[in-house]
């Protein structure tokens, strides 16, 4: 939640750095990346949040905090590095799938592993 926070807050100086009033999107490119930034993170916390639920309580409290802890400072670097370039967003969001792909694969094997064997 701090870290939704934060992008919010960045979207919001660039609004006033920028002087674009909502509901407006569009103006300076770098509040634009700020903003995409910012929804895309958005966009992605949902599905991080319920895949980081099960597999804590299914596979591994843990591993799959570790694995949380990576993603949200994938995302982290996602998010600096699309405010500076929109090229700067590619390594950290390949590194944010994979991780996302992991938690869910370790919530998918807690949940097999937890309804099919006994």
């Known amino acids: 939640v701090l870290f939704l926070a934060y992008f919010a807050m960045q979207v919001i100086y660039a609004r006033r750095k920028y002087k674009i009033s909502p509901p407006e999107t569009t103006g300076h490119p770098e509040f634009e990346r700020i903003f995409r930034a910012q929804a895309n993170c958005s966009e ?5 949040i ?3 639920w099960v597999a804590g309580i299914f596979f591994h409290q843990g591993v799959t905090a570790a694995c949380g802890l990576l993603y949200l400072y994938t995302r982290l670097k996602y998010f600096q590095g699309y405010a500076m370039a929109s090229q700067g967003r590619l390594g950290p969001l390949y590194a944010s799938a994979w991780l996302l792909w992991l938690l869910v694969g370790l919530a998918l094997a807690g949940l097999l592993a937890h309804f099919l064997w006994p």
């Open 44 to 48: 992605y916390f949902p599905i991080f």
């Open 50 to 52: 319920s895949v980081l």
